[in-house]
């Protein structure tokens, strides 16, 4: 499958290619493992012997973190590209209880209830139809199961994609429309704790979760950039060299060197979890009676 067969028509002018693991591990993958690492223990359910979904599971990062820091009876990864689907399963360590499969997001092949917590790392403002993917993780968790997310806060404290669309609109203005920021509602606490609340999950909470994202030079940060995953490299691959060579530029410009010329920024998520209320007695009418 090439990689314009993984692009999602459905999303129209964004065409974000998501299809090569080794790559997006490069680019964001080191960043969303680190994440994933601090989300688990903090907002996940910690008991062990758990059945754990991973929506939009990428290349691996939030299953592999589940199953190092729990006891899983099973972690099931579900993403729509073969490609990061593949490179999650290469990743997975032999004896943990992971299984990934190709699926829709806003379709997903499970059962009602099958699952004990249902969770999902830097992808939910990827998906089509966001509200309609929260509704299939509400529907496919237990009553009293979790539901939880973490999205980047690209509009302001993703420090790496904040300098590279505001070096990117510099350069061209054009560049606007396609800035994460602009284009993500949910990367900020008050749409994601609605769109729980929305999906009828209780006792929703938002966090921050911040990591550092430090580079071993300008080249480091760089690469990544040319190598086509996600919206920023996708843009980036689309420039004539010399449009390139002026955003490459720009964005040189724009970041801190260490004295050894390391750039070291930071990069902030905001994580929201909440619960499938527990099953409940309907509510009894006025005459007293319990509805049949
Ligand atoms: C930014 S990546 C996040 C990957 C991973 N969870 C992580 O934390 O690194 C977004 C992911 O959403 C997936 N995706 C996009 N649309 C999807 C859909 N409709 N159903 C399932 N996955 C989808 C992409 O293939 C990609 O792997």
Known sequence: ???????????????????????????????????AEEFVPRSADAADGLRWLDVG?????LAAAVAARRRPRLVVGVDRSPGFAATARASARPSAPQHFVVADAMCLPARDAAFDAVVSGLALNFLPDPAAAVAEMARVVRPGG????YVWDYAEGMGLLRRFWDAARRVDPSAAALDEGRRFPL?????????WAGA??????VAAIEVPTV??????????????QGPAPTYTAALSPAARTR????????????????VALTARAWAVSGRRPPRTRPARRSDGRWPA
């Open 187 to 195: 990367c900020r606490p008050e749409p994601l704790r609605a769109a």
């Open 1 to 35: 499958m090439d990689e314009r067969d993984e692009r999602d028509e459905r999303d129209g002018p964004r065409r974000d290619v998501w299809a090569t693991g080794a790559a997006y591990e490069r680019y964001m993958g080191r960043w969303s493992r680190l994440v």
């Open 57 to 61: 599971c990428g290349t691996g990062a």
């Open 200 to 205: 009828g999950l209780a006792d929703v909470r």
């Open 247 to 262: 955003l490459r530029d720009a964005l040189g410009a724009a970041v801190p060197r260490g004295p050894d010329g390391s």
């Open 146 to 149: 979790l539901v939880a997310a």
């Open 215 to 228: 580079f071993a030079d300008f080249a480091d940060l760089w690469a990544p950039f040319l190598a086509g």
